[in-house]
């Protein structure tokens, strides 16, 4: 089968499936740092699908969605409009916001995260 990413349409469809499943705390987290899907940039993995769908911002980090991995995963970023590293975690998006909510309440990171292939 051959690789397309993810369209709008789609990416919006995996945003309302996993709000369904967001409990009360993750919902109210979510509504204060989402955003309407933007396309962003990510060299060079991203370069095939020009770009990952950004649906979150978190500070000077983002939320985006991997079509590649089919997963949330979390970066940060320096220039509006470009995802600084690559991660392949095959999260659900509430897992992606718990993790976000669970750091700034512990003050440090928690969970896995998978990177690039290393050649």
């Known amino acids: 089968m051959k690789w397309k ?19 009360f705390e993750q919902r109210r987290f979510w509504d204060a740092v989402k955003i ?6 990510q060299k060079p993995w991203g370069n ?12 000077n980090s983002v939320v985006y969605y991997n079509d590649i991995e089919e997963g949330f995963n979390r970066s940060c970023y320096i220039k ?6 690559y991660y392949c975690n095959q999260s659900e998006l509430e897992w992606e916001i718990q ?11 928690s969970g ?3 990177g690039p292939p290393i050649p």
């Open 5 to 23: 990413p993810i369209s709008e349409a789609e990416i919006i469809m995996l945003i309302n499936d996993s709000y369904e499943r967001m409990n």
């Open 99 to 109: 993790v976000v909510m669970d750091e700034i309440r512990d003050g440090y990171p």
């Open 48 to 59: 095939k699908g020009k770009g990952f769908w950004v649906v979150a911002i978190i500070g």
């Open 112 to 114: 896995y995260k998978a």
């Open 80 to 85: 509006y409009g470009e995802i600084k590293d």
């Open 36 to 41: 309407y899907p933007e396309k962003w940039k």
